[in-house]
């Protein structure tokens, strides 16, 4: 019997680069908050690489880095909660830090935000991710 092997980084790139391809392509580039729902954080990935893909052009590597950047955030969780700070949901906003937008339960309202929130600040998922591991205790 064949052992299968682990993919590599960029296999995995390429294979979400592809997976964001297929979602823009069976959505016309654009899912709206109708198709959210507060899923796993497997559902909410996709609908985070397909908002970033359709809103920003964010594919490739700065999928891969939002991917790394929420999994360690919230674990793409839109129900996460940081008990040392009151950060909360997806992208981890800080209520201290900044207004709650209204819906903020719908997965879609929290990705948004948290796209416009890295673009605002970091210019990338890659530049968050940089800077959220570039010192510890890792935030951005």
Known sequence: MRRRSRLTRDQKLVVSAVAAGLLLAAGHGHIGPAHATAGSGSSNEQLANSMAASGYDWTGSQATC????????????ATAVNSSS???GIPQLLPGAHALPANWSDPAVQIRWGLAYIHDRYGSPCA??????????NWY
């Not at 939002?66 to 969780?77: A, K």
């Not at 968050?128 to 205790?137: C, D, K, Q, R």
């Open 66 to 77: 939002l991917d790394d950047l929420w999994t360690e955030e919230s674990g793409f969780s």
């Open 128 to 137: 968050a991710w940089a800077f959220e591991t570039s010192h510890v205790p």
């Open 86 to 88: 009151g950060a909360t």
